[in-house]
Every structure is written in C-alpha cells, then in structure tokens.
T-cell receptor, first 116, second 112 residues
Framework: DAGVIQSPRHEVTEMGQEVTLRCKPI?????LFWYRQTMMRGLELLIY????????DSGMPEDRFSAKMPNASFSTLKIQPSEPRDSAVYFC??????????????FGEGSRLTVL | QKEVEQNSGPLSVPEGAIASLNCTYS??????FFWYRQYSGKSPELIMS????GDKEDGRFTAQLNKASQYVSLLIRDSQPSDSATYLC????????????FGPGTRLSVLP
C-alpha cells in the first residue's frame, strides 16, 4: 500500500518567493497533520484537519503560512513570502479514524525546504 | 517549561546493554503517550504506545508510565546498533482533540 506521499522532497528557493508543499494522505485516513521539524525547535504541529476541515491551526507561525485540504486525498501548505527562518523539514502525516486518538500517525518522507 | 521534555543526548550504550530513555510532560490532562523512532534523514515511526500507569512490553521494548509523576520512559533491552536513532516522546492532550505534542527527542547511539 502507498504511504503518505509528499512533494517536493527538496526545495531550494530565495527569500520572498512562494513555496507550495503538497501531501497525499493514505486512502481512508480522515485526519491529516502538517508538522515542521528543525534542530532548534524539534517537531512542531502546524495544523491538522479532520474530514478536510481545519480543526487546530494554532501552530501556524504567522499569516505567511496557509494550508488547505480541498478533498480527502490532497492537502497543500503554502508559504508566501518565504523567509530563511522557514528552512526546515515539513512532514505531512495522516491517521485512521479508529486510531485517531491512539497516536498512530503515519508520516510522509518529508519536504526539506531551504530558503536562501 | 516545555510541554514535553527529554534529554537530548546523545545517549551511548554498548551493544547488548539496556538503553533507558526518559520523558516528562507538563499537562496533567494528557491521556495517551507514545514513543516514535526516527532514523537520521527519515520520518518518525511509532514503536510504542501506553495509556495506563505501569509497564507495557513489546519484544525488546518496554514503555513505563507514571501519571502522578508525569513521567514516561522507554527501555530497550539487548540494544543493537540498528537501534541507533532519535527517540521522540509524544503526548496526546485528548481534551484538545488530536493534538499530538512531541518532545525534542533523545539521540541514542548503540556501540558495537
């Protein structure tokens, strides 16, 4: 079975440019999470969706970040304009309805973003 | 105070020894607790979950939970070089929905 699919795997961009990260959750999973991981701050929850609806976006750093989930099989995380401090690995994860509260998150391989 | 705290390590143990990883959390309403393993350059993967006070064993892994002390630990028996990774403690504050908060991780190195 295909796991969580993220693209691009690597992105190098210049400050001020728009960045769009994409995620396809595992089929049948109704919860989707966006995390950011840095050495300094570890793994931070940015936002999560249940049934395509954003439930908690309190982790989104500022207005430059936005996330959408137009349907059950696709989500985007957009940064506009990007800044060097946004450099990190961005993970998308999904979970089954039956394991939503059991902590079994299935992570994608991550998108490594470098903003110059 | 951070919500979930771990020693960053690195924790080095010889092959065959017991590795002990510790985690404390600040929110008393936390209901469920997890250990994830993350190899360098890879994504986290769930290895253990625990919900009740006491011990839970799965193969070479034992998770221990003490809610009164707000403390979770992971023991790895007969450590192998393949166990070398960063171990992330995660807490689900159920009262806040599916809000999984991760600790900074402890880097474990098992020396052959």
């Amino acid at each position: 079975d295909a796991g969580v699919i993220q693209s691009p795997r690597h992105e190098v961009t210049e400050m001020g440019q728009e960045v769009t990260l994409r995620c396809k959750p595992i089929s049948g999973h109704n919860s989707l999470f966006w995390y950011r991981q840095t050495m300094m701050r570890g793994l931070e929850l940015l936002i999560y969706f249940n049934n395509n609806v954003p439930i908690d976006d309190s982790g989104m750093p500022e207005d430059r970040f936005s996330a959408k989930m137009p349907n059950a099989s696709f989500s985007t995380l957009k940064i506009q304009p990007s800044e060097p401090r946004d450099s990190a690995v961005y993970f998308c994860a999904s979970s089954l309805p039956s394991t939503a509260n059991t902590g079994e998150l299935f992570f994608g391989e991550g998108s490594r973003l470098t903003v110059l | 105070q951070k919500e979930v705290e771990q020693n960053s390590g690195p924790l080095s143990v010889p092959e065959g020894a017991i590795a002990s990883l510790n985690c404390t959390y600040s929110d008393r309403v936390s209901q469920s607790f997890f250990w994830y393993r993350q190899y360098s350059g890879k994504s986290p993967e769930l290895i253990m979950s625990i919900y009740s006070n006491g011990d839970k064993e799965d193969g070479r892994f034992t998770a221990q939970l003490n809610k009164a002390s707000q403390y979770v630990s992971l023991l790895i028996r007969d450590s192998q070089p393949s166990d070398s990774a960063t171990y992330l403690c995660a807490v689900n504050r159920r009262n806040y929905g599916q809000n999984f908060v991760f600790g900074p991780g402890t880097r474990l190195s098992v020396l052959p």
